[in-house]
């Protein structure tokens, strides 16, 4: 079966898996819920995504920067970055429906704590949004490193099994 996009009981997983994956990123890197409100993130599944937001190859999910402005209400307007973490359901389902040893919730909270590292790295400036492609290798390496290092101290069920597949390791220097 080739799906494109998750079903209600894949959505309620991601909404599960972005809860958990928040609370472990904002313990390691020890950031408080209105720190959390500085690094604006949302997330859409297919469903939603434009077309710039989607992409064809293999690739599980991709950030998006936007920048926004705040209602004239919410006093002194000042332009924030937005970040968008763009799920490719249809790559994901594959990996899913191909791989027995990967989950789909363990799956998405790699993938969440993946990409909130980023998230924290842009944020704190320790890596610009606008990297050249060819020179972000070394920053997935250093995100890769990270997520293992999260994700090693839980007691997540099914989670040893997700960072041993090969897109898992593959940019890891441990």
Same mark, same amino acid.
């Given at each position: ?15 599960? /898996? ?55 209400? /919410?006093? /002194? ?8 973490i763009?799920l490719?359901?249809?790559a ?9 040893d990967?989950?789909?919730?363990p ?26 492609? /060819? ?25 040893e ?14």
């Open positions: 079966m080739d799906r494109h996009l998750f079903n209600s009981d894949e959505l309620t997983l991601v909404n599960r /898996a972005v809860s958990v994956s928040e609370e472990l990123v904002s313990d390691h890197y020890k950031i408080s819920e209105s720190q959390w409100l500085r690094n604006r993130f949302d997330v859409k599944t297919g469903k939603d995504l434009t077309d710039q937001e989607r992409v064809n190859q293999d690739v599980f999910a991709q950030v998006i920067r936007y920048r926004g402005v705040p209602s004239p209400n /919410a006093g /002194a307007p000042r332009e924030f970055d937005l970040y968008m763009c490719q359901d249809h994901i389902l594959k990996e899913v429906e191909a791989n027995a990967v989950a789909i919730f799956f998405l909270c790699y993938i969440f704590v993946h990409e909130l590292v980023h998230i924290i790295r842009f944020g704190r400036f320790l890596q610009s949004f606008t990297t050249p492609t /060819a020179q972000r290798e070394p920053e997935e390496q250093l995100v890769h490193d990270r997520t293992r290092e999260i994700l090693s101290g839980t007691s997540l069920p099914g989670i099994k997700i960072m041993s597949q090969h897109w898992a390791i593959r940019h890891c220097s441990k």
